[in-house]
């Protein structure tokens, strides 16, 4: 059974960096499409970024392109999100999750086959 844990969440001020992390094991998941959604309270999940197996392509939401980038190390089973200029509504809980589906179907409503715990991000103004 495979299984994805998240790290790197943490309280940030506006301007600020993280570097979340999403730790795979169980599966090969060096086969599968990863990425990372986020949700907010009151408000439904939002797609974030993807990356394919391969590392060779990547897919962002609007409201992260240009400030957030996805990268993996499939030799580590690690997926990471680099996020930089963060902004206050950025602050929601951001969850690992990954599927064999090919990363132009990465969108809010794409069936995911596995998904992580989740990890808080709150950006203080």
């Known amino acids: 059974q495979g299984q994805l844990v998240e790290s790197g969440g943490g309280l940030v001020q506006t301007g600020g960096s993280l570097r979340l992390s999403c730790a795979a094991s169980?599966?090969?998941?060096?086969?599968?499409?990863m990425g990372w959604f986020r949700q907010a309270p009151g408000k439904e999940r939002q797609f974030v970024a993807a990356?394919?197996?391969?590392?060779?392509?990547?897919r962002y939401a609007d409201s992260v392109k240009g400030r957030f980038t996805i990268s993996r190390d499939n030799a580590k089973g690690t997926v990471y999100l680099q996020m930089n200029s963060l902004k206050p509504e950025d602050t929601a809980v951001y969850y690992c999750?990954?599927?064999?589906?090919?990363?132009?179907?990465?969108?809010?409503?794409?069936?995911?086959?596995?998904w992580g715990q989740g990890t808080q991000v709150t950006v203080s103004s």
């Open positions: 990356i394919t197996s391969s590392g060779g392509s990547t």
């Open positions: 169980g599966r090969t998941f060096s086969y599968y499409t």
């Open positions: 999750a990954a599927n064999k589906r090919t990363i132009a179907n990465w969108g809010p409503y794409v069936l995911i086959d596995y």
